[in-house]
């Protein structure tokens, strides 16, 4: 085929085996980092391939885990070769139309950036509560010593970047040439390939979260919401937070950019939808506003409202819909939809993980406001405050990244990063405008945890450091007391013993609904996967023990693990 007639020509054939071989290191580090960043460390393998047919009891299949460093270590040393000996295209602007998308050292250098400011942050740099985290062999898998080194690494990583000057902040402007801060921040999105673009993915499922973060009233989910959390953060055109004096009462006129025309907030709107900035109307639809498709027809959130809660599951249960990354030429209703690649990796989160690793290793430097600014400007803001310490940049930094990186799949370990002792878990409450408030599942007196590896790779592998003895912890459930196995893992075992008292065989008062909400929380399934807990009388299914009761459980699968819909009264 014309696979082997590339592989004769002895002239193309070498050059494209060596480039696929590159891409396929480039795809190795980015799973690495993906595992990293959710998992903490893992085990490495290199370049060794192990056989498909290995016994589970063969020494390779029961490798340690690397430790955190030795991880990280690996993926930048990839990173590097292929950087410093141009193993790849540098930018898709060198690519032929048909390689738009395969990895090039833009990409090496981005995922370089974002490694090394994980490694940094205080979650993995010298955080005590990974101090008795340690193999079978008593190896520490994470440093406990803080290095501040890390944080000038991670500065110089985004800053390579910076210095290549292939990249730029995508802009669009009005006829007059002045800056167009709405349009600029959405069609970034939306403009394919252009100066902002780092990384992408060809082939994806737009379409689907375009109808997912679509109205009913166009025939979409409604499944994206935003929290009133986020939608506080966004501030006002001048650049000041937003308080409830700005809130009350309601405009009597369309809120509009003067020289586009286009109205962000009609005539009618709540007050404290009125004069946001312009990236709040690129990321938010609210009750009341303009669909971004045609400006005329008005979002219906309110409970009788057409795309309001009554009479369906089809409602964003904040009111606020995340409308990010939506192409207003997509129509759900008559199946519409615009094919273009999905933004992965852009311009921006690189100036904004130089700027914050830049502030830890070295406070007052002027690089920090310049592109802290950068980004500020393009969103339509003013310059942040110039007189500001170490701590209220970081807190400037923190808001500016959250508030311009939404809806990107980038917020749930950014929240993570900073190990912030002061914070406390706390149960969903309303808001006090009668919306649902952004909820804190992480135990306080457990610090910024990575995740567990899911129990049905662990229990394959009897020998595995990550594989200690279960747990067993009694609740009360239904005023009768149960009994329930957590899987083995070493953090969730440290978990277990934070939230127990020392000397006592029952739970103390409040444990039950503590521990349920730490190991499950509102997104247990997503989150925690398979360490759920499992009653001990089917622990037998968990753990491959013996065949599954014939008739299990209500509520209960094969598996031993919870269903989408658990029996009432148990949990």
Known sequence: GSNQEMLDDPTRGPIVVEQYKNEARFLRAWFYYCLLRQYGPCVLLGDEVLPGDLDRDDVKMNLPRSSYDECVDYIVGELDDMIDNNRLPLHFTVQADKDY??????????????????????????????????????????????????????????????????????????????????????????????????????????????????????SGYESMGATQQLVDAFRMKDGTAITPDKESGYSKANYSDPKSGWVFAPAGTRNMFVNREPRFYVNICFNGAYWIGDQKTRIQLYYTGGSGKKGTWDFPRSGYIAIKNVSPSSNPKNGNYIKRPFVIMRYAEILL????????????????????????ERGGLGPVQSDLNQSQMREQIRLERRIELCFEQLRYFDRRRPVLRHERRRRQQLHRRGVLRENRIRNPRVPARVLPFPHSPVRNQPRSADRPESRMVTVKTNNDYETYEIPG????????????????????????????????????????????LIPART???????????RNPQPGMRCDGQISRRPRTGGY
């Open 101 to 218: 998308g395969r990895a090039t050292l833009a990409m090496c250098m981005g995922l370089k950036s974002r490694v090394l400011l994980l490694a940094a942050s205080d979650q993995f740099n010298g955080n005590p509560a990974y101090a008795n985290v340690v193999n079978t062999d008593g190896k520490h898998l994470f440093s406990t010593r803080k290095d501040p080194e890390k944080w000038n690494k991670a500065a110089q990583a985004a800053k390579d970047v910076i210095d290549l000057g292939i990249f730029d902040l995508y802009k669009e402007y009005h006829t007059d040439g002045t800056l167009d801060p709405y349009l600029s921040c959405r069609n970034v999105f939306l403009e394919n390939w252009n100066s902002e673009v780092m990384m992408v993915r060809i082939s994806n499922s737009l379409k689907h979260w375009e109808r997912s973060a679509s109205p009913r009233q166009f």
């Open 489 to 532: 893992c070493p953090l969730l075992r440290n978990a277990l013993r934070s939230l127990r008292k020392p000397d006592s065989g029952r739970p103390e008062r409040g444990q039950p609904r503590e521990l349920y909400a730490y190991l499950h929380g509102q997104r247990r399934r997503r989150r925690l996967q398979e360490h759920t």
């Open 539 to 549: 622990r037998h299914v968990a753990h491959g023990l013996r065949q599954p009761e």
């Open 353 to 376: 993980n130089y700027v914050e690793a830049l502030n830890e290793y070295d406070p007052g430097n002027a690089d920090i406001e310049t592109y802290l600014n950068k980004i500020r």
